[in-house]
């Protein structure tokens, strides 16, 4: 059908411009070199004339990795809507014959189009840093990781895109990155500590449990640095459902926000 | 529009960085499991900065557990189970040798809703790997070696880096040298440790003609001399090695043909434990032998 | 047949204590070159904003080239130039014609052409390739007449166009709209710019407080005296005070 194919031409104009302005802004090449800088010295080292040591190496750099994915993210996800306001593009880009759907969904895609794209650069570094290192990674597992990490962008960005329709620019950083970072770290263990918790307040704990999105899924550190096998297949998918449905409402929400934006 | 952008990003990394640093800092409810005897750092700037090295090198020390671990976190979350394996938890259990290591499964209970209908926790369950494993193999095993060695860098009080990295080197990589050199930085750097002249001590003994070399006598000797209960986080522990340090010198003495100074050695440890089975038979030997 | 054909239309900002616009009757006819005069914080931006389906009015009735504002196949033939002119910093100039020219659905071979037509006609042919960000406020302009005219849209809406323009460069838009006009477009545009309006409109309508308080034929409105616009804006203004 025409219709389609002309709405999915805006948006992918409209996406490229994310990915244009994330390379152009040389925030990537900053974050590699300031992973190079991190990652040097740590080469550099030999622990006692050990051999083939290279977990930690994995471990710092997987590390690097996620927060660089989460910093580039955020940053490009949080700016798409403040800048096209701020500068008042928005105004010529709405004279233009494209539906506000079609924005939302090219500023969406544009941010994880252009932050997948910083991803892909860091696995590959990754990866040739392994190499360089001599540590024996299932390949299998990396692309399991990678692929989750992208269904983690996925949800981050939709998450920034939405949050910049409701909060100023810096709320909206905060809230994300805190939500992020969080539930990275204690999403696993919020059910234990709902559990322990005195009624009154385990609800609201349970509430975030059941409701917050659960980066945690998506972090496969663990089995990529320490040689785990891979994640079997239900799981993985219901891992998938899970961030597309999560990216799906909060993009239902984002449209509704952004209809009904004064301009 | 680039300065904000900039910001932005600079924002988010210092909330990240912010974020991970109360994290480990929540996370590691234990608390400093590095040496808790340090009488000596008088100044205030010291004690300060002497507490955040403790902090991070605990911290680093705790990776190792964990690379040992396949990087899961050990069931022996709860401080029982962590005293029940000596300081130091299972990492410088299995250093022992103490092949015992009480695993349980680490499944919170999840009261409320039960774990059937809370489909986070089952889904995290299998994405997550939870089952219990322990490294093995040199492959493995050498894993653990640079957040030991971290561990040390952090803060060179850290006896327990230093007893647990040299033991890794020597006995699972059979890198003795390296071990030797390792645990000798130790002792320069916490010359009062009964702890490191011991683990040297054993060390040497298992090398080659180590039994013969006086270096070893040396230094089963200079952790007899400073043994001090106060060292040790529990009486218990300070006895035990002082029973060992006593079992290792009456043996290196009978070697080498000091019959004296190892029933010296062999009575005290009667002393300490009246029943003690190894060190009753040795000392009937050496009496039966005419000594 | 309009262009344009606003009727009784009623603007309510939210939380503002009275309305932007106030029972705006508008007609434009196709064709013609069209001044929206008036002091600023009449109306003139609010009226535009919903001549191009940005939001709805509160009450009333807005059809643009006999289609619904909002709908976009009616956006594709218009041509907007906003008040503030300010672009993609990181494009330049003929990646921003690009871009836009993907949205309005043309061809990658018909964007090429346009471009470089359009970069000619606005004086930025040596400037297609310099990143946007560089451009002085007048360059920024100049590409915003670009990208309003690259979908050669029958209707073009100018908010202000002059603002900020050098003499040369009103000039050249000036003969861009006489010459618009020959092709039979329409132009509608704003400006408190009377002079200017003078020289180059069929017909002007004089916005105050959201009312419209005069509209007609140059000829009808300022009679054949130079510089008497001028004085018949005054005029109004000071009486809709009054
Ligand atoms: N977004 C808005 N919210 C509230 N009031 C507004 C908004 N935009 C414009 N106004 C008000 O509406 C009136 C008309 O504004 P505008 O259409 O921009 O005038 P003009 O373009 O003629 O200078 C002004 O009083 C202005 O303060
Ligand atoms: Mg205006």
Redesign the pocket.
């Known amino acids: 059908m025409n219709g389609m194919r002309g709405s999915l031409q805006r948006i992918m104009a409209l996406a490229r411009l994310a990915v244009v302005d994330l390379f152009r802004r040389r925030d990537v090449s900053v974050a590699l070199l300031l992973a190079a800088v991190a990652l040097l010295p740590l080469l550099a080292f030999n622990f006692f004339g050990v051999s083939g040591v290279w977990r930690y190496v994995g471990e710092v750099t997987l590390l690097l990795v996620w927060i660089f994915s989460i910093a580039i993210g955020l940053g490009v996800a949080a700016r798409q809507f403040p800048a096209e306001f701020d500068s008042r593009t928005i105004y010529p880009l709405l004279s233009k014959p494209v539906r506000r759907t079609e924005i939302l969904l090219g500023k969406f895609l544009g941010a994880f189009l252009a932050t997948a794209s910083a991803l892909c650069l860091f696995y590959v570094c990754f990866l040739l840093l392994l190499l360089l290192k001599g540590g024996g990674v299932d390949p299998v597992v990396v692309a399991q990781a990678f692929l989750f990490h992208l269904l983690f962008v996925m949800l981050l960005t939709a998450m920034a895109v939405t949050g910049s329709l409701i909060l100023t620019p810096s709320a909206n950083l905060t809230v994300c990155a805190l939500a992020a970072a969080g539930m990275l770290l204690f999403g696993e263990r919020l059910a234990g500590l709902a559990a322990g918790l005195p009624l009154a307040s385990a609800i609201p704990a349970w509430a975030v449990h059941a409701l917050a999105p659960h980066m945690e899924f998506f972090d496969l550190r663990l089995r990529v640095v320490h040689g785990w096998p891979p994640v079997e297949w239900p799981a993985s998918l219901a891992v998938a459902a899970y961030a597309l449905c999560y990216t799906a409402a909060l993009l239902l929400l984002a449209d509704r926000l952004f209809k009904r934006k ?1 301009l | 529009m680039r300065p904000n952008g900039t910001n932005g990003t600079l924002l988010c990394v210092a909330l990240l960085a912010a974020s991970a640093v109360l994290a480990s800092w929540l996370g590691r409810q234990g608390g400093v499991r590095g040496n808790p005897r340090d009488g000596r750092q008088a100044d205030v700037m010291a004690l300060v900065f002497g507490e955040a090295r403790k902090v991070v090198s605990g911290g680093l020390y705790d990776r190792a557990d964990l690379y040992f671990h396949g990087g899961i976190q050990a069931a022996a979350d709860n401080c029982a189970e962590q005293a029940a394996e000596g300081r130091g938890g299972a990492l410088a259990a299995a250093a022992a040798g103490s092949a015992a290591h009480a695993d349980e499964d680490g499944h919170a209970e999840t009261g409320l809703v039960g774990e059937r209908w809370d489909l986070w926790s089952r889904l995290n369950r299998r994405i997550h790997p939870t089952e219990d494993r322990h490294a093995s193999g040199v492959r493995e095993l050498k894993e653990v070696v640079p957040w030991l060695w971290a561990a040390a860098a952090a803060d060179p009080h850290n006896t327990l880096a230093y007893g647990v990295g040299a033991y890794w080197l020597a006995r699972e990589l059979g890198r003795v040298d390296e071990a030797l050199r390792f645990i000798g930085e130790g002792i320069r750097n916490n010359p009062d440790s009964c702890e490191l002249e011991f683990c040297r001590g054993e060390l040497l003994y298992l090398r080659p003609r180590g039994k013969r070399d006086p270096a070893t006598m040396k230094a089963f000797s200079a952790a007899l001399r400073k043994w001090t209960p106060e060292q040790f986080d529990r009486q218990e522990e300070a006895r035990m090695c002082r029973r060992n340090i006593l079992m290792y010198l009456a043996t290196l003495h009978e070697q080498a043909g000091g019959h004296e100074a190892a029933k010296k050695c062999l009575r005290e440890l009667l002393r300490m434990v009246p029943d003690h089975s190894p060190a009753i038979r040795m000392l009937g030997e050496i009496e039966a032998a005419g000594h | 047949m309009d262009a344009v054909r606003i009727e009784s239309v009623t603007k309510l ?1 939210a ?2 204590g009275r309305p ?1 616009l106030d029972g705006l009757d508008l007609a434009v006819q196709r064709g013609e070159v069209f001044g929206f005069l ?1 002091p ?8 535009i904003k919903m001549i191009l389906g940005f939001f709805a009015p509160t009450s009333g009735s807005v059809r643009v080239l006999d289609g619904d504002p909002q709908d976009p196949a009616t956006r594709r033939r218009i041509g907007y130039m906003p ?1 503030v002119a300010n672009y993609y910093g990181y494009l330049s100039a003929c990646e921003l014609l690009a871009f836009y020219g993907r949205l309005c659905g043309m061809a990658p071979e018909a964007i090429r052409r346009r471009s470089g037509e359009l970069l000619e006609l606005v004086g930025l042919q040596d400037a297609g390739k310099k990143p946007l960000r560089l451009f002085s406020k007048g360059m920024m302009q100049r590409a915003g007449i670009a990208q309003a005219l690259l979908h050669d849209p029958e209707l073009l809406i100018l908010d202000e166009p002059l603002t900020g323009l050098d003499p040369l460069a009103r000039i050249q838009l000036r003969d861009i709209i006489v010459m618009l006009r020959k092709q039979g477009r329409t132009v509608f545009f ?1 400006s408190h710019e009377l002079s200017e309006a003078e020289l180059i409109c069929d017909r002007i309508g004089i ?1 105050k407080d ?1 009312r419209l308080c005069c509209c007609g034929g140059i000829a009808e409105v300022a009679g054949d005296g130079a510089g008497n616009l001028e004085r018949i804006f005054l005029r109004h203004i000071q009486e809709a005070k009054g």
Do not use: I, P, V
Request: glycine residues 28%.
């Open positions: 004064k | 900002y939380g503002a932007a008036g600023n914080g009449a109306g003139k931006t609010t009226t008040e704003s916005l959201g």
